[in-house]
């Protein structure tokens, strides 16, 4: 048997310092705190193990796979529409892990992004065909124009946010991380106070 308690449910959690069986874990925007895999439980989360790599955390009674910098968001305990907390990392940016169709993604909020967009092997991870099923086009990378697929993703889901029937593209190449666009975005209110952004699932 554990010896710790159920785990307390978190908005969000952040990794922000990396060690050898340590990290520095920002829990729903707060502080930072040292955590230890030898340690007890901060807020419900515990630190199973870290190196410089990543940090495999108990958060809700699951693990979570977290590197510098990237957050977990959970659904936050409160009554209402489903909340999402996310923390900005060293360079400004909210990335997160979601899902499409059941299979994880890790997502960075782009405003700028029309739709939400993921690579090629994620998309076949999820089983989308998006060949046979979707409608090629070209969009605008870093690394200038490339094919896509504008598909609909079945569902996509962000700590306790999950959105159906959501327009999406599949970038085959220059798309180093998806895009949580304004296809998800424009369904929540979006709100942002400093290094800490709250959606709010609004349809």
Known sequence: MALWGAPAAAASVAVVGLFKDKAMVSVDGGPPRLMSASGGAVEGIRLISADSDHAVLEVDGAPRTLRMGQSFAG??????????????????SFSTTGYVNGSAVTFIVDTGASSVAI????????????KAKGQPTLIATAAGANRA?????DKVRVGGITLYQVPGVVVEQGLPVGLLGMSFLSRTDMKREGQSMTLTKRY
């Not at 659904?75 to 400004?92: C, F, I, M, N, Y």
């Not at 697929?149 to 993703?153: F, M």
């Open 119 to 130: 690579t090629a092997d994620e998309a076949r991870r999820a089983g989308i065909d998006y």
């Open 149 to 153: 697929w504008a598909v609909t993703l």
């Open 75 to 92: 659904q936050a305990a409160t009554s209402g529409e489903p909340t999402v907390h996310l923390t900005a990392d060293a360079r400004g």
